[in-house]
């Protein structure tokens, strides 16, 4: 029981994880992209 919940937790924590890392990654791409425009 206590070793399932503790499974289930870090499934959570790492979609946490990847979805921040991809929303990080996709800002980045957009400052990239925008920048060269801007200046």
Request: glycine fraction near 2%.
């Amino acid at each position: 029981m206590g070793q399932n919940s503790r499974r289930m937790f870090q499934n959570e924590s790492n979609k946490v994880l990847t979805s921040l890392f991809h929303l990080t990654s996709f800002r980045f791409k957009i400052k990239t992209t925008l920048l060269p425009i801007r200046l």
